[in-house]
C-alpha cells in the first residue's frame, strides 16, 4: 500500500483508527492574511490558464505552488517547501510513497526535518477523492516528528483544486475536516489559514 490507496476516509479512518469530527468550522476565528501584489498578479495571471488547460499538473504549477510560496515569503523563508517528494514513514502500514507539498517548520530545503506541520494533496476536480490520501499523509507526519521526538500538537492538511480548498486538522487520533470550503478568491483567509499553524514556531 501507499498513500494513494487510501481512497476514502473509510479506509484510512479504520486502518488507525481515527474519529471524525465533521460538523465544526475549525478554521473560522484565523484572521485572514492580505496577498502580496506579486501573488495577486500571478493568481490574475495563471488562473485563466489553469482553468483552460484543466490538468492536476498545471492547477498544481500554476495555482497552488505560488501560493504556498507565497506563504514562505509571508513567514520570512523560515518554513521548509518541498514539492513531489518521497516521504517514507512506515511501509507497513501504507504510510510511504509521493506527497504534492509538503511545508515544514525548519529551513532546512534539501530533506525533510522535523516538525512537519502541514500537507498539501492536489486534486483536479475531486476534493471528497482526496481526503483519505490527505490524512494518511497526515498521519504519517504525526509518526514521523514522533520518531524524532518532536511530537506536535497538531498536523495541517488540505486537499485543493487551486480553486477550492478543503483544510483538515489532526490532534492525536482525532481529525477535524473543516464544514467550510475556501475558494481562490478568498485567497486572504487561505493564506491566514495556512501561515496558523507556523507562527507557534517562528
Known amino acids: 500500500m ?3 490507496d487510501f481512497t476514502t476516509i473509510y479506509k484510512v479512518q479504520t486502518a488507525f483508527n481515527l474519529l471524525l ?6 478554521f473560522k476565528d484565523i484572521a485572514p492574511i492580505e496577498p502580496s501584489d506579486h501573488l495577486k498578479t500571478t493568481l490574475k495571471e495563471n488562473l485563466p ?9 498545471a492547477r498544481s504549477e500554476l495555482v497552488i505552488a505560488p501560493v504556498l510560496l507565497e506563504v514562505r515569503r509571508l513567514l520570512d523563508f523560515q518554513i521548509g517547501f518541498f514539492s513531489g517528494t518521497e516521504f517514507n514513514v512506515d511501509k507497513g502500514t501504507g504510510l510511504n510513497g509521493y ?35 490527505c490524512i494518511a ?8 516528528n514522533q520518531q524524532q521526538d518532536h ?16 483544510f483538515i486538522k489532526l490532534v492525536n487520533q482525532l481529525v ?19 501561515a496558523h499553524p507556523f507562527k507557534q514556531y517562528l
Open 2 to 4: 501507499a498513500y494513494s
Open 21 to 26: 469530527d465533521e460538523g465544526n468550522t475549525v
Open 49 to 57: 490558464l489553469a482553468n483552460a488547460i484543466n490538468t492536476e499538473k
Open 99 to 133: 506527497c504534492d507539498y509538503i511545508l515544514t517548520a525548519s529551513k532546512e530545503i534539501y530533506e525533510i526535518r522535523t516538525p512537519v506541520v502541514t500537507l498539501v494533496e492536489a486534486k483536479n476536480e475531486n476534493i471528497k477523492g482526496g481526503l483519505g490520501q
Open 137 to 144: 499523509e497526515m498521519v504519517a507526519a504525526q509518526r514521523f
Open 151 to 166: 511530537d506536535i500538537d497538531a498536523i495541517y492538511g488540505a486537499v485543493t483544486t487551486g480553486t477550492n480548498w478543503k
Open 176 to 194: 477535524f475536516i473543516d464544514l467550510d470550503d475556501y475558494y481562490i478568491k478568498e485567497i486572504d483567509l487561505i493564506l491566514g489559514i495556512l
